[in-house]
């Protein structure tokens, strides 16, 4: 039957689901099914979903519509929703989308073959496997560039911040085993691959159910890997940053200087509400910290307005205190009560309007504090990695190493001859243009 079928994987959301989606595809090549990358060639499409809030809802919903026009004129056979919306709403998805054949959550995943194989004999297949199982090893097929990958370190989340729905989607906080860890990041670098982007719902979290383990341990194996050149964190929690992390970070050249610390709110008063366990005394502890011990450290930070209760003067020590750190890099969201959370049913929410008004006023205030940064950066040079070539703008384009792949910027420059994709140039930055940067070779740039 499997070398009958085609199938395309559609992947929403955030690298962790990049990751099961490589691995569902290796599973399914294994089978003998025939992957394809085009929706109109694929007689099966696995749609593989995020629910973190609202608007990733939203974009599932509009996905299984948009897929289901397949069905209607005939070219595809099945639709198979997985992730975390089949997590989060399981049965609703195929009594609210009939078309849809086949559901399964976020502890299923290593049953795809046999959910598609199912579906094929329209069986309808509803899997929902335990949240709270090890994390299983398996092999990926790629669907990043050739040069840079993502290593999944951990599944789950036992933080229970009470506006976040992942616990209850992906189960508790599970670390994968050391030596599987390196040893993949070893096919990798045999691979070629140049950057690895760690990953998890908290990497700072690694190894606490791992006796003798840690995050630190870890990063100093892989740091030892020949071929492998960058290693970039997603996510630190502040709480679980140690001052031995942190001398792993500052002394290894292989970790780039760049690290992604979701701090959500600097009110102390909100951050409680939040239930998470840092104050904002010591979060301005601990970035004084990495500013003075790591030089050249950029810092990336998500942030949270309109959280239930939030006054206008919760709202201002926010403000003041991203006027104060200053972070590089900075992502702010408006509050999206999700069903099911501590935070959903908390009194005195905030009128949309203004939270959107906050949530305007902090954007704008970033991206200010943003462009400075860039506006620091002319002049200087830094090593970039290419990724690309606009053919109508004759320019090649890259990221220096406070730039994560598809989250953050590029640098635009022109070279002679010009560097193929996952080559490493030394850029020296000419212009900041509205948020751009150009810059030209090193070299060039000297002379």
């Given at each position: 039957m499997?070398?009958?079928h085609?199938?395309?994987v559609v992947?929403?959301?955030?690298?962790?689901?990049?990751?099961?989606?490589?691995?569902?595809?290796?599973?399914?090549?294994?089978?003998?099914?025939?992957?394809?990358a085009a929706?109109s060639e694929?007689?099966?499409?696995?749609l593989n979903?995020?629910?973190?809030?609202?608007?990733a809802?939203?974009?599932?919903?509009?996905?299984?519509?948009?897929?289901?026009?397949?069905?209607?004129?005939?070219?595809?056979?099945?639709?198979i929703?997985a992730?975390?919306?089949?997590?989060?709403?399981?049965?609703?998805?195929t009594?609210?989308?009939?078309?849809?054949?086949?559901?399964?959550?976020?502890?299923?995943?290593?049953?795809?073959?046999?959910?598609?194989?199912?579906?094929?004999?329209?069986?309808?297949?509803?899997?929902?496997?335990?949240?709270?199982?090890p994390?299983?090893?398996?092999?990926r097929?790629?669907?990043?560039?050739?040069?840079?990958?993502?290593l999944?370190?951990?599944?789950?989340?036992?933080n229970?911040?009470?506006?976040?729905?992942?616990?209850?989607?992906?189960?508790?906080?599970?670390s994968?085993?050391?030596?599987?860890i390196v040893k993949?990041?070893?096919?990798?670098a045999?691979d070629?691959v140049?950057?690895?982007?760690?990953?998890?719902?908290?990497?700072?979290?690694?190894?606490?159910?791992?006796?003798g383990?840690?995050?630190?341990?870890?990063?100093?194996?892989?740091?030892g890997?020949?071929?492998?050149?960058?290693i970039?964190?997603?996510?630190?929690?502040?709480?679980?940053?140690?001052?031995?992390?942190?001398?792993?970070?500052?002394?290894?050249?292989k970790?780039?200087?760049?690290?992604d610390?979701?701090?959500?709110h600097?009110?102390?008063r909100?951050?409680?509400?939040?239930?998470?366990?840092?104050t904002?005394?010591?979060l301005?502890?601990?970035?004084r910290?990495?500013r003075?011990?790591?030089?050249g450290?950029?810092?990336?930070t998500?942030?949270?307005?309109g959280?239930p209760g939030?006054?206008?003067g919760?709202?201002?020590?926010?403000?003041?205190?991203?006027?104060?750190?200053?972070?590089?890099?900075?992502?702010?969201?408006?509050?999206?009560?999700?069903?099911g959370?501590?935070?959903?049913?908390?009194?005195?929410?905030?009128?949309?309007?203004?939270?959107n008004?906050?949530h305007?006023?902090?954007?704008?205030?970033?991206?200010r504090?943003?462009n400075?940064?860039?506006?620091?950066?002319?002049?200087?040079?830094?090593?970039?990695l290419?990724?690309?070539?606009?053919?109508?703008a004759?320019?090649?384009?890259?990221?220096?190493y406070?730039?994560?792949?598809?989250i953050?910027?590029?640098v635009?420059?022109?070279?002679?001859?010009?560097?193929?994709?996952?080559?490493?140039i030394?850029?020296?930055?000419?212009?900041?243009?509205e948020?751009?940067?150009?810059?030209?070779?090193?070299?060039?740039?000297?002379?």
């Amino acid at each position: 039957m499997a070398d009958t079928h085609k199938i395309a994987v559609v992947t929403l959301g955030c690298p962790k689901n990049v990751v099961m989606s490589e691995q569902m595809i290796y599973r399914l090549e294994k089978a003998g099914y025939q992957i394809v990358a085009a929706y109109s060639e694929a007689d099966v499409i696995v749609l593989n979903t995020c629910a973190f809030i609202d608007s990733a809802k939203a974009e599932a919903v509009e996905n299984i519509l948009e897929l289901l026009k397949f069905k209607d004129d005939g070219t595809l056979k099945k639709l198979i929703v997985a992730g975390c919306l089949a997590e989060d709403v399981k049965n609703e998805i195929t009594e609210e989308f009939p078309g849809v054949d086949g559901v399964m959550g976020c502890g299923s995943y290593d049953e795809i073959v046999d959910v598609v194989e199912s579906a094929l004999r329209d069986e309808h297949p509803a899997r929902f496997g335990p949240l709270n199982a090890p994390v299983t090893e398996c092999g990926r097929v790629r669907l990043t560039a050739w040069y840079s990958a993502y290593l999944r370190i951990a599944e789950g989340c036992s933080n229970h911040c009470s506006y976040c729905i992942i616990p209850s989607l992906r189960g508790p906080y599970r670390s994968r085993d050391e030596d599987s860890i390196v040893k993949e990041c070893e096919g990798l670098a045999a691979d070629g691959v140049r950057e690895i982007n760690v990953i998890a719902q908290d990497v700072t979290r690694y190894g606490e159910d791992l006796p003798g383990k840690s995050l630190a341990s870890l990063l100093r194996r892989i740091a030892g890997i020949d071929g492998i050149e960058w290693i970039r964190l997603h996510y630190l929690y502040p709480e679980r940053i140690t001052d031995e992390l942190i001398e792993v970070i500052r002394t290894e050249d292989k970790i780039v200087k760049y690290l992604d610390i979701p701090i959500q709110h600097a009110s102390d008063r909100i951050l409680r509400a939040m239930n998470r366990r840092s104050t904002q005394a010591e979060l301005r502890s601990l970035f004084r910290k990495l500013r003075e011990r790591i030089p050249g450290v950029v810092l990336r930070t998500t942030v949270m307005v309109g959280f239930p209760g939030e006054t206008d003067g919760d709202f201002e020590e926010l403000c003041d205190f991203m006027k104060e750190v200053r972070f590089e890099r900075a992502g702010v969201f408006v509050f999206s009560p999700q069903e099911g959370t501590k935070a959903a049913s908390l009194p005195d929410p905030v009128e949309e309007e203004t939270a959107n008004h906050r949530h305007e006023l902090l954007s704008e205030l970033q991206d200010r504090i943003m462009n400075a940064y860039y506006d620091s950066l002319v002049g200087k040079t830094f090593r970039v990695l290419c990724e690309g070539y606009d053919r109508i703008a004759e320019t090649s384009f890259g990221r220096t190493y406070a730039d994560s792949p598809d989250i953050d910027g590029k640098v635009f420059f022109k070279a002679s001859p010009r560097p193929r994709d996952g080559d490493f140039i030394d850029i020296t930055i000419d212009e900041n243009y509205e948020g751009e940067l150009f810059g030209s070779p090193a070299k060039e740039a000297e002379s």
